[in-house]
Nanobody
Framework: VQLQASGGGLVQPGDSLTLSCAAS????????VGWFRQAPGKEREFVAA????????YLADSVKGRFAISRDNAKNTLYLQIISLKPEDTAVYYC???????????????????WGQGTQVTVSS
């Protein structure tokens, strides 16, 4: 599976943004898909994930209430909707996919086999 992330950019605090991740083929029935981010000088961290077949969604505690993850299986596309952006949201955002991921591993980047190239989000006034 090849993944292509897009939608990042330079935004102001308080703005909203939607990131997209297009997959080269259907991931609906077999793959858990998710978003991770990596800020300068920091480790890559889990942001959100959604299980195959549009199942359960998972969010990092730090983004609950501002981030939402969804998938459009007909378009083979994953989305990350972000509202009320903060400077600390500045990072490269990566989409990822993996099969056979159990719930206890869903926040672990090593559980994902396929990664997009990342899209930069910069929040600054």
């Amino acid at each position: 599976v090849q993944l292509q992330a897009s939608g990042g950019g330079l935004v102001q605090p308080g703005d909203s943004l939607t990131l997209s991740c297009a997959a080269s083929r259907s991931t609906a029935n077999s793959y858990t898909v998710g978003w991770f981010r990596q800020a300068p000088g920091k480790e890559r961290e889990f942001v959100a994930a959604i299980k195959r077949n549009g199942g359960s969604t998972y969010l990092a505690d730090s983004v609950k209430g501002r981030f939402a993850i969804s998938r459009d299986n007909a378009k083979n596309t994953l989305y990350l909707q972000i509202i009320s952006l903060k400077p600390e949201d500045t990072a490269v955002y990566y989409c990822a996919a993996g099969s056979g991921i159990i719930t206890s591993s869903i926040r672990n980047s090593r559980a994902y086999s396929y990664w997009g190239q990342g899209t930069q989000v910069t929040v600054s006034s």
